[in-house]
């Protein structure tokens, strides 16, 4: 069965440094989205990403990170200058499109650590 | 704006048991999906249902059952005869589009459910 992929499982930085979480999500999926989960806490929606460009972005999403897909299979999130409060399970998910049947398909997360 | 709460924050029960998790939500929209989510201790995010708002008979799955409730605001998550698999913190989440959209879900915060043996 097809799953999103997400890598590392867990990052450790230094407080300051740039760090870059990748997700492979379902082939065939045109949307994809990045998620944050405060340990403890409920998951945060972040960003989603369609047709190579942002669609959404909560207020969490600020200057300090970015998206991209680089190449056909990855979906990355770019974290620079982490803080300490960025250390959180950072959740990936891919769905075929936004309506219909299509639910939302989440990889098992990288957790981060910035100390 | 939409919310979702769940009001319990941890439920211990002795396996067998039957145990039934809250989930409250607000949403200005017409039509909108509610889901449960289910994070085991791995971490990881796994699928249950999803709901659409004109769907308002009951699901059972197994051992698994939901009632939406309209007219409460409610779709509350039931689990009948409880194994520590069972183990895990679930969330409930709610969403404009079937496909959680461009604006992503809204999740609850989560009730953390312990199965005791």
């Known amino acids: 069965e097809p799953e999103v992929t997400q890598t590392p499982s867990h990052q450790v930085t230094q407080m300051g440094q740039e760090v870059i979480l990748r997700c492979v999500p379902i082939?065939?999926?045109?949307?994809f989205y990045w998620y944050r989960q405060i340990l403890g806490q409920k998951v945060e929606f972040l960003v989603s990403f369609y047709n190579n460009e942002i669609s959404e972005k909560s207020e969490i999403f600020d200057d300090q990170f970015s998206v991209e897909r680089p190449d056909g299979s990855n979906f990355t999130l770019k974290i620079r200058s982490t803080k300490l409060e960025d250390s959180a399970m950072y959740f990936c998910?891919?769905?075929?499109?936004?309506?219909?049947?299509?639910?939302?398909?989440f990889g098992p997360g990288t957790r981060l650590t910035v100390l | 704006a939409q919310k979702v709460t769940q009001a319990q924050t941890e439920i211990s029960v002795v396996e067998k048991e039957d145990v039934t998790l809250d989930c409250v939500y607000e949403t200005r929209d017409t039509t909108y999906y509610l889901f449960w989510y289910k994070q085991p201790p791995s971490g990881e995010l796994v699928f249950l249902i999803r709901?659409?708002?004109?769907?308002?008979q009951n699901e059972i799955s197994g051992r698994y059952s939901w009632n939406f409730q309209k007219s409460t605001s409610s779709f509350n998550f039931t689990i009948t005869a409880s194994q520590v698999v069972d183990s895990a913190v679930y969330f409930c989440?709610?969403?404009?589009?079937?496909?959680?959209?461009?604006?992503?879900?809204?999740f609850g915060k989560g009730t953390h459910l312990i199965i005791q043996p």
């Open positions: 082939s065939n999926h045109l949307y």
């Open positions: 989440a709610l969403s404009p589009y079937p496909g959680g959209g461009a604006d992503g879900l809204t």
């Open positions: 709901r659409n708002s004109f769907d308002e």
């Open positions: 998910a891919s769905s075929v499109g936004t309506s219909g049947r299509n639910e939302q398909f």
